[in-house]
C-alpha cells in the first residue's frame, strides 16, 4: 500500500544527519519547531506551544489548549491522519523526559493498532511497530537489536544469535533484549499482538 508520509518533529533527542536525509511532509510538534525552522520546509505546527514558548506567526499553525488529555503528539498523528497520511517517521520523539518517551511509545502503540505505520529516529536507535512481519535486509552481522511486546503476542525470529519460533513474549519480561543479527536478513514476525522492535545504529 502506497501511503503518504509525514515527518514529525517534536522536542526530545533530534539527530540532524538523519532528519536531513528523509523524504516526506515536514510537521512541527511543539517545541520541535526550532529544530526544523531554518534548515526544512514546515507545513504546520502543531501543539499548545507550552514548551516553545510562542505561537509562529509566519507558518500554519494547530494550537490546543494545554489542559487536555492528549499529548502534543498524538494530536499531530491524528490530525495528519485526517488528512490522508498513513506513514509517520517522528524525530524528536526519544530522549529527553522519561515521561514524554514513554508517552510517544504507548500514543504510537495505539495508532500502529489502528493501521497506521509508525517510526522513531534519533541518533543512537531506530525504533518500530511490527503487527505482521518485518524483513531486514540490510543487517550487518553483530549488530544489536531488542524486541519487546506490547501485547502477549506469539514471535519468530530467522536471522539472528538468538532465533524462536512461536514463542509467546510477553510485556513483564524483556526476553527479547540484546539479540544480534547474524545474517545479511533477518526475520521477524508476529501473531496476535505489537511487538517494539530497537536496532541501535550508535555505540555498537
Known amino acids: 500500500m502506497n501511503m503518504k508520509k509525514c515527518i514529525l518533529v517534536g522536542g526530545g533527542n533530534f539527530c540532524k544527519e538523519k532528519f536531513l536525509k528523509e523524504q516526506g511532509d515536514v510537521v512541527a510538534v511543539d517545541g520541535g519547531y526550532e529544530y526544523v525552522k531554518d534548515i526544512a520546509d514546515v507545513l504546520c505546527v502543531?501543539?499548545?506551544?507550552?514548551?516553545?514558548?510562542?505561537v509562529p506567526d509566519n507558518i500554519p499553525v494547530v494550537k490546543h489548549n494545554p489542559v487536555k488529555d492528549y499529548t502534543d503528539m498524538s494530536l499531530a498523528i491524528e490530525y495528519m491522519a485526517e488528512k490522508g497520511?498513513?506513514?509517520f517517521?517522528?524525530?524528536?520523539?526519544?530522549?529527553g523526559r522519561l515521561d514524554h518517551?514513554?508517552?510517544?511509545?504507548?500514543?504510537a502503540h495505539g495508532f500502529t493498532k489502528e493501521g497506521l505505520s509508525i517510526v522513531f529516529e534519533d541518533s543512537d536507535?531506530?525504533?518500530?511497530?511490527?503487527?505482521?512481519?518485518?524483513?531486514?535486509?540490510?543487517?550487518?552481522?553483530?549488530?544489536?537489536?531488542?524486541?519487546?511486546?506490547?501485547?502477549?503476542?506469539s514471535v519468530s525470529v530467522s536471522g539472528?544469535?538468538?532465533?524462536?519460533?512461536?514463542?509467546?513474549?510477553v510485556n513483564t519480561f524483556p526476553l527479547g533484549?540484546?539479540?544480534v543479527f547474524t545474517d545479511e536478513e533477518c526475520k521477524i514476525s508476529v501473531d496476535g499482538g505489537v511487538l517494539i522492535f530497537i536496532r541501535l545504529t550508535k555505540g555498537q
Open 125 to 153: 536507535c531506530e525504533v518500530r511497530f511490527i503487527t505482521d512481519e518485518l524483513t531486514v535486509e540490510n543487517a550487518q552481522a553483530g549488530e544489536t537489536f531488542s524486541l519487546f511486546a506490547f501485547d502477549k503476542c
Open 101 to 107: 518517551t514513554i508517552a510517544c511509545l504507548q500514543t
Open 160 to 169: 539472528a544469535k538468538y532465533n524462536i519460533q512461536n514463542y509467546n513474549l
Open 85 to 87: 497520511y498513513g506513514e
Open 177 to 179: 533484549v540484546s539479540n
Open 89 to 95: 517517521v517522528i524525530y524528536g520523539g526519544l530522549g
Open 46 to 54: 502543531v501543539g499548545d506551544f507550552d514548551s516553545l514558548g510562542y
